[in-house]
């Protein structure tokens, strides 16, 4: 079959990570299917995915040549999530990773085969390679409905965060500062690699190197969907915008659930609000400038609408109420770091991979889209 290249101007879907907190991305999608007057078509012709983001981005990819379908399916996927389809979160599986820890911990010296991660995401691996069908990307691109589809990781022995891409022929591989974009067929390691938060899940080996978490060293995550040619950019954050707490006294000290939380929200939020704040700038600057004269002094760089939409919610809160969804294994690991305690939930906002706190994201979602359903419908040209 001949492909197709998508029509002008290109919009992209940028996705992030965040774990289980990603089930807020498919609420939003639901909204988007719910507000188009045809649910076939697929608004958003490259995809860009991180970490949790990457899973919901290839979704979305494998069935592009039908959106409404592809939303559907992905949203049965998290609705009925558990814990135990993306890690072992049954007690033997707990134990034998926290005994392999302890063992390392005490007599690591001994030890020649050392833990991997604390947790175990075989699990992961089986459901993926059950319910994705990876040959739907080609067969979009194919047909015109996906110009692109990139996703993110990070090398572990390189430093560079690679953009792993398929995509039409006019997509171009690209090569800055620690951001690589490299052509390739994307199929289950690719979203492994992508996932992989460090410490808690397995790095993954794709061709010479081990990968991580794409969020890490992530200095530009609206980088990708400009690269692969996108003009405007729909993009779904895992946290509120300009998050902070208020000050306030402390006298204990903070809990390794705490730090753990601290350290993965600065992992997964921060680069992009960086990245969201330089864009805008660009854009100012851009805007100051006549097109003629971008032209003739050859400036490489182009205005991007973007369109920003974010939980109006604190997540941590949400799973604090429905931590004790939890599996008793994780809920007794969770609870000797302090994880469990209603005012350090941000961990468990990332593990809590179970129905009510995933359908409750979804939920919110939905309904924070459907608040801005004009500006949303201007914005994709539903």
Not at 56 to 68: R, V, Y
Not at 88 to 100: N, Q, T, Y
């Amino acid at each position: 079959m001949t492909q197709a290249a998508t029509s002008s101007p290109k919009t992209a879907l940028v996705l992030t990570g965040g774990g289980a907190r990603a089930a807020y991305q498919v609420g939003v999608l639901l909204a988007v299917s719910k507000l188009s007057t045809n649910r076939k078509k697929n608004p958003f012709p490259i995809l860009c995915g991180t970490s949790a983001g990457a899973i919901n981005a290839a979704s979305i990819a494998c069935l592009a040549d039908n959106f409404g379908k592809a939303v559907s399916v992905l949203a049965s996927f998290w609705r009925n999530m558990h814990a135990g389809d993306i890690y072992r979160a049954d007690p033997l599986g707990i134990g034998v990773s926290g005994a392999r820890w302890m063992t390392m911990l005490t007599l690591g010296w001994l030890i020649r085969s050392r833990p991997r991660s604390l947790l175990d995401n075989s699990p992961l691996r089986e459901l993926l390679s059950r319910h994705l069908d990876f040959n739907g990307v080609q067969r979009s691109i194919a047909k015109g409905a996906l110009h692109a589809l990139s996703i993110s990781a990070s090398g572990y022995e390189s430093g560079d965060n690679i953009n792993f891409f398929q995509g039409h022929p006019d997509a171009q591989p690209w090569h800055r500062v620690q951001r690589i974009g490299i052509r390739s067929e994307i199929g289950v390691d690719h979203l492994l690699a992508s996932s992989a938060i460090p410490f808690i899940f397995p790095a993954t080996k794709i061709h010479r190197e081990y990968f991580g978490d794409g969020s890490m060293r992530q200095l530009a995550p609206i980088s990708p969907a400009i690269h692969l040619g996108a003009e405007r950019v729909l993009i779904i954050g895992a946290g509120r915008k300009n998050e902070h707490q208020e000050r306030r006294r402390v006298d204990s000290h903070p809990s390794l659930a705490q730090i753990a939380g601290h350290a993965l929200s600065s992992i997964f939020l921060d680069s992009l609000a960086v990245d969201i704040e330089r864009m805008q700038r660009i854009n100012r600057t851009l805007s100051a400038i006549p097109p003629d004269v971008r032209e003739k002094t050859d400036i490489p760089l182009r205005p991007v609408k973007a369109l920003i939409i974010s939980p109006s919610e604190r997540l941590e809160r949400i799973a604090a109420e429905h931590a004790s969804a939890l599996p008793v294994a994780m809920r007794m690991m969770l609870g000797g770091i302090g994880g469990m305690n209603r005012r350090n939930g941000t961990l468990t906002s990332y593990l809590l991979f179970e129905k009510p706190y995933t359908r409750a994201l979804i939920d919110l979602g939905y309904a924070d889209t459907m608040a801005r359903a004009d500006e949303v419908v201007e914005f994709l040209d539903l």
